[in-house]
């Protein structure tokens, strides 16, 4: 409440009406967004976007951490390459994106899907190649075979701890990178929302893209990943169960 007190004053003293909206303004935008539909259409389509795309990055590294931590020859040509490319930011592919797809949902997917894969697959790698290998021996002796099916039996549930960790910060790229590609893109979403709001100098509309951004990254952060997080940790014995 300080804050916003603060907020209002500087906004009133010292004139920032043409930089930065006062709290106000900002709630008459959350409003009028929200009633006409559109913070709601840009909230639901961004949202359709980024779960589509993180669904295919956690499989896609998933699977290509699988490959990493079981073949040596994989891990030290290409592995090296994904070192490589999770250091560059996913709007870099931004250029070759709008080549190859064009100005439209695909372009954005797959700019969100790049970023989030990367950072998967290393954790993914990880998580495989400290399991212990008298435990793979040991589900062999017992009849699960090698390739898919020792994969999803036994690999995917011995890395989860280092699984969920990957899940939680693939989701935070995968959020970033959602923003930055719908700048370019069409229709509804809470980047375009920013694109079309900064044209027009619309600066409460803005803020309050950044506010929703923010917010439903922190409630999914704390609620849903922190959560299966701390709790796969507990049942691997990692951590303590809080009381």
Known sequence: MFLIVIWE?????????????????TLQAFYDGFAEGHLLGSIT???RRLLV???ISIVLGTGLGFLFARYRYFDETFGFLVVALQTVPSIAWLPFAIIWF???DTSVIFITTIGATWTMSMASRTGIMQISKIHIRAAQMMGTINGFKLFYQVLVPAAFPHLITGVRVAWAFAWRA??????????????????????IGD?????????????????????????LEDGIMVRFGLQAAKK
Do not use: H
């Open 53 to 55: 795309s993180f669904a």
């Open 9 to 25: 004053l500087g906004y009133r003293i010292f004139g920032w009406g043409w930089k930065f909206p006062s709290p106000l303004q």
């Open 45 to 47: 389509a961004s949202m």
């Open 203 to 227: 600066t409460a509309t803005i803020l309050c893209v950044v506010i929703i951004i923010a917010v439903i990254g922190t409630i999914s952060d704390y609620f849903c990943f922190k959560r």
């Open 178 to 199: 959602l923003t930055a590609g719908e700048l370019i893109g069409r229709g509804l979403g809470l980047g375009q929302t920013l694109q079309d709001s900064r044209d």
């Open 102 to 104: 064009g100005l439209n």
